[in-house]
């Protein structure tokens, strides 16, 4: 069984400079309680890698603002402003990759593969300077894998072993951030008793799974 | 019928029952409104859902069920909910049937500009990069035009989005496959003439001699 923490402690085990792996698009399935818990500690320096920034005031949006953030690697900005303007002002890094680029490259780094073999941006301003790999006569991409010190993962419910289970369009890159990081913090909204998660719906085991958040009151 | 409205009802006839489809936001949503009830199609949106289904009435809304576009939605009967490996390896794995995207560009090698404007627009290329490497087929539902500026042009000066040659050009205008020998005109907009669409297009068409009149239920 996990002790369950305050979203401040989870907060006090990540250092400046952390490169944080955090679930959500636009905002679905993000760890919310951590981002605040974040914001409210005011250490910042981190490279954040998710699908987007959602959007200024809002969830990852919140670290943006903060300016807690020195790099992101992300699919989509378009919409937040603050992080289009802090790009242009060299305030912060952007390094923009495809969405299932991204996620297969969190995923190589989660599985222990050296790497991943695209044909999605040949020929567009993400393949340069990436070598390409010629198979079977067919030309790809290859994209070096991503992980993270930290990986902030946000699930429908979880129980006392950590095992998690995500809702509808919430799962999104949880479950892939969830196996490439060394440590793996996750908020689930529900925290139930060991027995509640049929073993089948459990998408993260426990296993994966370092530090659980309290329960939302 | 507006410009938007005949563009979303032409390409709806692209849709064919038991399809995978994925329809890119803004304009090529609306393709969703004119697919005939009784056919059985399922909608993908990338951010992990197959079975996307209508917004929800007003106060029903799920803050974890919505599209690529962060706006709420429902799920039809049937659906799935996946996470973004799972929806990118259908994307790229030759399991979605068709995407629709907006364009910014089209050019005569079928080539596709439409995530950035240098020095402009800086979005993010989101999923359209993957979308258009690996869907079967591809769907550029554009207007014809930008504010007079011609949009299918001999070759992008935009960014690519990807090498792959798209598989229609769908305008309030016409009509138009890419094909080995270029852009070949297959139809005309309701009411427009030959002239008005060469007028129209920086890039050279191919014109057969007969070119029908799209018919719009």
């Not at chain 1, 699908?51 to 005031?57: F, K, S």
């Not at chain 1, 390409?132 to 699930?155: C, M, N, Q, S, W």
């Not at chain 2, 591809?138 to 930008?146: G, L, N, P, Q, R």
Request: charged share 20%.
């Amino acid at each position: 069984m996990k002790r369950a923490l305050k979203p401040a402690e989870a907060a006090e085990m990540i250092p400046e400079g952390a490169v944080l792996l955090i679930g959500g698009f636009m905002g679905v399935g993000s760890p919310h309680r951590l981002i605040d818990a974040l914001v409210a500690r005011g250490v910042g320096g981190f490279t954040v890698v998710a699908n987007d920034t959602a959007r200024p005031g809002k969830d990852i949006g919140k670290l943006i603002d903060a300016r807690l953030v020195a790099k992101c690697i992300v699919s989509h900005i378009g919409l937040n402003p603050e992080t289009q303007r802090q790009m242009i002002a060299g305030d912060l890094e952007v390094e923009l990759v495809p969405q299932g680029t991204l996620v297969e490259r969190i995923r190589a780094g989660g599985v222990g593969l050296g790497g991943v073999l695209t044909a999605t941006g040949l020929g567009t301003v993400v393949a340069e300077g990436k070598p390409t790999v010629e198979v079977d006569g067919k030309t790809y991409l290859l994209e070096k894998p991503i992980r993270g010190d930290f990986a902030l993962i946000g699930a429908r419910q979880c129980d006392y072993v950590g095992n998690l289970e995500y809702t509808l369009t919430a799962h999104n890159f949880n479950p892939v951030m969830a196996m490439a990081a060394d440590t793996v913090i996750a908020e689930p909204h529900h925290v139930m008793p060991v027995g509640m998660i049929p073993p089948d719906a459990v998408k993260t085991p426990g296993v994966l799974v370092d530090h659980i958040l309290e329960r939302l009151i | 019928m507006d410009a938007k409205e005949v563009i979303a009802r032409r390409v709806a006839q692209e849709v064919r029952e038991g399809m995978l489809v994925n329809l890119g936001i803004g304009l090529p949503s609306m393709v969703a409104n004119f697919v005939p009830d009784d056919m059985h199609v399922f909608f993908q949106a990338e951010n992990g859902v197959i079975g996307l289904g209508q917004r929800p009435p007003d106060g029903m809304e799920d803050r974890d069920l919505t599209d690529a576009g962060g706006g709420f939605v429902t799920a039809v009967p049937g659906a799935a909910s996946i996470d973004s490996a799972m929806s990118f390896g259908l994307i790229r794995g030759g399991h979605l049937d068709m995407t629709v995207l907006g364009g910014l560009q089209v050019d005569e090698k079928g080539h596709l500009a439409n995530w950035m404007v240098p020095g402009k627009m800086v979005p993010g290329m989101g999923g359209a990069m993957d979308l258009v490497s690996g869907a079967r087929r591809v769907i550029v539902a554009m207007v014809h035009a930008a504010k007079g500026d011609p949009k299918i042009v001999p070759e992008c000066t935009l960014p690519l989005t990807a090498l792959r040659r798209v598989s229609l050009i769908v305008t309030e205008m016409a009509v138009i496959e890419p094909t080995d020998e270029g852009l070949a005109l297959r139809e005309r907009g309701p009411g427009v003439a030959v002239d008005d669409i060469l007028a129209a297009t920086a890039a050279r068409l191919i014109v057969p001699d007969e070119v029908p009149e799209m018919v719009l239920a």
